[in-house]
């Protein structure tokens, strides 16, 4: 099933040290229409997420500088925070729950099927554009 174009008009980061990944995932991502993004660690991580506020962050839990759970402590719980999918090889559920309770909206295991992640995404993006219009509707109130 493919959604082409349902990823357009979105700006995804994705953050995994492992450059095949990196580009894998990204393929996917602009040929889905999104406009994309990629580093190797979490501090470049955190730098870019409050620089250049992308709508979906793609973020792998072992990094170097600084670890996945360390970067969503510092990009999420925010207004304007990213939709974030945290990507792991951990299979522990106590890094699932720790991930979920610092704000990622969801945890894949590698591997992966990208179209699991495609789909994922889209629909976490539209759940977060609906909370943002229904918060916009209750402030014009």
């Given amino acids: 099933m493919t959604r082409q174009g349902q990823m357009a008009e979105r700006f995804v980061l994705i953050v995994d ?21 990629t ?9 870019t997420c409050l620089e250049q506020k992308p709508d979906l962050v793609i ?5 170097p500088g600084r670890s996945g759970f ?15 999918i945290m990507i792991t090889a951990n299979e522990g559920k106590r890094h699932r729950s720790f991930a979920t309770g610092l704000g990622a909206d969801l945890y894949l295991q590698k591997p992966f ?29």
């Fill in 59 to 63: 973020l792998d839990m072992m990094l």
């Fill in 39 to 47: 580093c190797g660690d979490g501090n470049k991580a955190v730098q």
């Fill in 17 to 37: 040290d492992e450059s095949d990944i990196r580009d894998s995932v990204e393929s996917i991502f602009k040929a889905e229409g999104a406009r994309t993004l």
């Fill in 70 to 84: 360390l970067v969503l402590e510092k990009i999420k719980g925010y207004e304007d925070s990213p939709v974030v």
């Fill in 113 to 141: 099927s990208m179209d699991v992640l495609i789909e994922k995404s889209v629909e976490l993006l539209q759940q977060a554009d609906e909370l943002k219009a229904r918060a916009a509707a209750r402030a014009k109130d």
